[in-house]
């Protein structure tokens, strides 16, 4: 049974970090994109972050601020969050994606609220 396990989340003050922390099983992690989402309320969800093959991608939002990092011992994926902003309120979801038979494969977390207010 697949599993994202997002934790991390919580309140933070503007300028502040929050490291968020996702734990996989029931898939081969390693053969596996490994993203960052994030949905604010009222907005579309938007990809933060994305480590595949060794290379890390980001979004303008992100660059700068943010790091992704994958553990393969532990099977596990980071984002470190620096510099937050308010506007980097949002649920997080760590999101597992690869391609099999022509098809997108994709196993969602359940969600962690990040929330960025003074």
């Known amino acids: 049974q697949v599993q994202l396990v997002e934790s991390g989340g919580g309140l933070v003050q503007p300028g502040g970090s929050l490291r968020l922390s996702c734990a996989a099983s029931?898939?081969?992690?390693?053969?596996?994109?490994m993203s960052w989402f994030r949905q604010a309320p009222g907005k579309e969800r938007e990809l933060v972050a994305t480590?595949?093959?060794?290379?890390?991608n980001y979004a303008d939002s992100a660059k700068g601020r943010f790091t992704i990092s994958r553990d393969k011992s532990q099977n596990a994926v980071y984002l470190q969050m620096n510099s937050l902003k308010p506007e980097d309120t949002a649920v997080y979801y760590c999101?597992?994606?690869?391609?099999?038979?022509?098809?997108?494969?994709?196993?969602w977390g359940q969600g962690t609220q990040v929330t960025v207010s003074s």
């Open positions: 999101v597992a994606r690869r391609v099999e038979y022509g098809k997108m494969k994709t196993y």
């Open positions: 029931g898939f081969t992690f390693s053969s596996y994109t």
């Open positions: 480590s595949t093959g060794g290379t890390t």
